[in-house]
């Protein structure tokens, strides 16, 4: 079973590699683009995560690519959905 | 579905899916000396394309790319890649929906060999993502049976919505 934070963790993760910042210094309910996070590097994070969870997302997914903690939100019902 | 043999690279060939230099030229905006594809030879929309370009020693980029030693600039090679992902993604979409403009908004890309003039570049592209903010595909580049290089692109979309002309 994926837990939320282990989601949390690889999103802040990637976003801190992306945005040459830190982890552990990133808002979690900030808006993605007010961390740095532009529509380009939402659709990577949206690709990385099809790719570590194996889902798929579509257009409309993208919606929900607001803040850390609505992605992980989105995922998390998506495994749920799956199991 | 025929083989044909060039420059010493086999290129499958789907005939109804291939695109000769005039229909190329509808699809892509670029022009002389920008234009990095002249044949698509196959593509599936919605999951890979292969294109083709050509490498001549009368390419205006070797008059400085390098003197007394011609070498296609690999930035070149990045636009031949983004241009056939821009083709492919352009294939991959609804007949009525405008897939807008693209732009190169990130290249990751290895280097293996050097190309040079009377090369062939074969260029296989695979879709990864295709969505309203942009598509990214795995792109190799290959001369005869050589990689030349390899690499993922992530092109963003302007459309007329916009405000792209």
């Known amino acids: 079973m994926i837990s939320e934070d282990s989601v949390r963790v690889l999103l802040k993760r990637e976003i801190a590699v992306i945005t040459d910042g830190k982890a552990e210094t990133i808002d979690e309910n900030a808006h993605l683009a007010d961390i740095g996070v532009d529509s380009l590097q939402a659709l990577q994070l949206l690709v990385l995560l099809e790719r570590e969870y194996a889902l798929t997302f579509e257009d409309v997914d993208l919606k929900h690519f607001r803040s850390i903690n609505s992605v992980v939100s989105l995922v998390t019902s998506r495994l749920s959905a799956a199991a | ?165």
Do not use: W
């Open chain 2, 1 to 165: 579905m025929t083989q044909s043999r060039t420059n010493g690279n086999v290129v499958s060939e789907s005939h109804d899916c291939a695109l000769n230099y005039q229909e190329v030229s509808a699809i892509l905006i670029q022009r002389f000396p920008l234009m990095m594809v002249d044949r698509v030879c196959k593509c599936e929309p919605g999951v890979s394309l292969t294109s083709i370009k050509n490498v001549s020693g009368n390419d205006i980029h070797f008059v400085g790319h390098f003197p007394g030693r011609a070498i296609f600039p690999g930035v070149l090679i990045i636009e031949a890649m983004a241009q056939s992902l821009h083709i492919l993604d352009v294939l991959s979409a609804a007949p009525s929906v405008d897939a807008g403009l693209t732009y190169l908004g990130n290249a990751s890309v290895r280097f293996c060999h050097t190309v040079v003039p009377g090369d062939q570049m074969v260029i296989k592209v695979d879709l990864v993502k295709r969505s309203v903010t942009g598509v990214i595909g795995n792109v190799v580049v290959s001369v005869d049976t050589t990689v030349v290089a390899k690499g993922e692109l992530i092109l963003g979309r302007k459309t007329a919505s916009d405000g792209a002309s």
